[in-house]
């Protein structure tokens, strides 16, 4: 009988070490992710991949991008906005990712453009820009969009429609200056960090 206690004692706690061991695995892995996620915004281009966190296709990248928890939108904007021509098949496949079923053009580009920041000064649209002194009219922005419809021109109402909806709501682009504390103060591997260093 005592043998029999010691085996399910000792079974016991081989099932307890594994349970542990696998509860180590994952608490590691996702501390490397929360590291990659900052060395992401540091440098897009290493630390998952090359710690095996994030296969380098260019679907599970745009999938990671997608998600963006965690990340600087600048530094997602920078990566997407590279000429490199993985870069760009990240950006199809980012893309894809969106869903803008039953939004007409406008709510889309808004939703869209939400999703990262614009690399430099893209970002500015002249319309809302205070630092452009000649703000585009309705027939400039026609104009300006004439031959994008696979060489012809768009309906001038639907131009006009646009215009007018950019005009009284300027989109809204996000904001981030690479320094989002929020992540520091409202994330739960850190919660009581000041407190647990007495």
């Not at 009284?168 to 960090?193: A, Y």
């Amino acid at each position: 009988l005592q043998r029999l206690k010691d085996e399910i004692a000792e079974v016991t706690n081989e099932i307890e070490n594994l349970g542990s061991t696998e509860e180590r695995k994952n608490m590691q892995r996702n501390k490397q992710v929360a590291m990659g996620r900052k060395k992401f915004n540091m440098d897009p281009k290493k630390f998952l991949i090359e710690n095996d966190l994030l296969k380098n296709t260019c679907e599970d990248i745009a999938q990671f991008l997608y998600k963006g928890e965690g990340l600087n939108k600048t530094a997602i904007g920078d990566y997407l906005g590279e000429r490199d021509e993985f870069n760009i098949q990240v950006l199809h496949a980012f893309v894809e990712l969106h869903e803008f079923t039953d939004l007409n053009l406008v709510q889309a580009l808004r939703q869209f453009l939400w999703s990262f920041r614009l690399p430099g000064e893209a970002q500015k649209i002249d319309l809302h820009n205070p630092n452009v002194k000649d703000k585009p009219t309705a027939e400039r922005f026609i104009a300006m969009n004439r031959g994008i419809n696979d060489g012809g021109d768009l309906p001038e109402e639907l131009l006009r429609n646009l215009y007018e909806s950019i005009k009284n709501e300027p989109f809204k682009i996000p904001e981030d200056d690479g320094n989002d504390l929020t992540h520091t103060f409202f994330n739960p591997d850190r919660e009581g960090w000041l407190l647990k260093l007495g």
